[in-house]
């Protein structure tokens, strides 16, 4: 299994603009947490869904993020419009209901809003 | 408000010796806890687990140790390799109808030396 894929690895991007982060959970996993990494706060949980449907979106910053599970398999995080401020390491986490006690990472993608 | 701290930004221990990496966290109704640990530009990955019900789990040169009425958990490395360095992040996760929520902690670095 190639394990939890996400895209961009990087992106840099102008204040305003758009961003789309894009992840592919592991074949047989149902549920999905988005997190974003900075210095100060370490791993911000944002979202997490459970069967395409989100349970939990109470970390999410403000409107201007958005998070969608359009099948079982795939996910965007959804920032419009940017700003400096959401520079940051955002991942991607994938499990199985009943596996509590493990999440599996992708590589996270590497967001700069200029 | 965060529920999982890390108190210690970094830690350097010399080759061989234990390392102990601490958190607190203030919710009693967490089901799990966890260790996870990060490489450069790699996502989290899970290392060892417990459950609150228990209060050491140990697996290989890894062991973890909870103490509920401190609210407090600490895992011990031993003994300490220069591949351990790394950042390990404290989790702890509720289990919920639908779903688990897990909340991290800001992370500490750790430095084995030669």
């Known amino acids: 299994d190639a394990g939890v894929i996400q895209s961009p690895r990087h992106e840099v991007t102008e204040m305003g603009q758009e961003v789309t982060l894009r992840c592919k959970l592991i074949?047989?996993?149902?549920?999905l947490f988005w997190y974003r990494q900075t210095m100060m706060r370490g791993l911000e949980l944002l979202i997490y869904?459970?069967?395409?449907?989100?349970?939990?979106d109470s970390g999410m910053p403000e409107d201007r993020f958005s998070a969608k599970m359009p099948n079982a398999s795939f996910s965007t995080l959804k920032i419009q419009p940017s700003e400096p401020r959401d520079s940051a390491v955002y991942f991607c986490?994938?499990?199985?209901?009943?596996?509590?006690?493990?999440?599996?990472f992708g590589q996270g993608t590497r967001l700069t809003v200029v | 408000d965060q529920q999982v701290k890390q108190n210690s930004p970094s830690l350097s221990v010399q080759e061989g010796r234990i390392s102990i990496l601490n958190c607190d966290y203030t919710?009693?109704?967490?089901?799990?806890f966890l260790w996870y640990k990060k490489y450069p530009a790699e996502g989290p990955t899970f290392l060892i687990s417990?459950?609150?019900?228990?209060d050491k789990n140990e697996d290989g040169r890894f062991t973890v140790f909870l103490n509920k009425s401190a609210k407090h958990l600490s895992l011990h490395i031993v003994p300490s390799q220069p591949g351990d360095s790394a950042v390990y992040f404290c989790?702890?996760?509720?289990?919920?109808?639908?779903?688990?929520?897990?909340?991290f902690g800001a992370g500490t670095r750790l430095f084995v030396k030669a």
């Open positions: 986490a994938s499990s199985r209901t009943g596996q509590a006690t493990e999440a599996f």
């Open positions: 074949s047989g996993h149902n549920s």
């Open positions: 869904f459970n069967n395409n449907v989100p349970i939990d």
């Open positions: 919710n009693s109704m967490f089901d799990y």
């Open positions: 417990i459950s609150s019900i228990k």
């Open positions: 989790a702890a996760t509720l289990v919920r109808t639908g779903g688990f929520k897990t909340i």
